[in-house]
């Protein structure tokens, strides 16, 4: 779940990104797609203890809407990332219920 190892991580990439994108200009795009998928993984991490920090979760929200189109549109990007990035930005909680579901399933397939 999440805890305060998770707000520092989360801090950091912030600034990390902030920073890589300043000197590294023609990176930025690379650099925000990255923590994009980081940053909703703080998300999945918040719904498994209940532990929403309301001040980060908001950001994460603005960053992911923000970012949605470059994101979806490089190519690299695996299209189930592309589709989770899509449910997100309907409503964070009902990607938390597919993800929380699709993990559900993959335990019962392996047991």
């Known amino acids: 779940g ?3 190892s998770h707000v520092l991580a989360y801090n ?5 990104c902030k920073s890589l994108s300043e000197q590294f200009p023609q990176y930025r795009t690379l650099f925000e797609n990255y923590v994009l998928t980081e940053y909703i993984m703080f998300v999945v991490a918040m719904s498994r203890n209940g532990n929403y920090d309301k001040e980060i979760l908001n950001e994460i929200v603005e960053f992911v809407n923000r970012n949605k189109s ?3 549109k490089a190519g690299y ?3 189930k990332f592309r589709i989770s990035v899509r449910i997100f930005c309907i409503h ?5 219920l ?10 019962m397939l392996l047991k």
């Open 92 to 96: 964070y909680k009902l990607f938390v």
């Open 77 to 79: 990007i695996e299209p």
């Open 98 to 107: 597919g993800y929380r579901t699709m993990e559900q399933m993959r335990y």
């Open 12 to 16: 950091n990439y912030k600034k990390k």
């Open 2 to 4: 999440f805890s305060e």
């Open 70 to 72: 470059q994101y979806c």
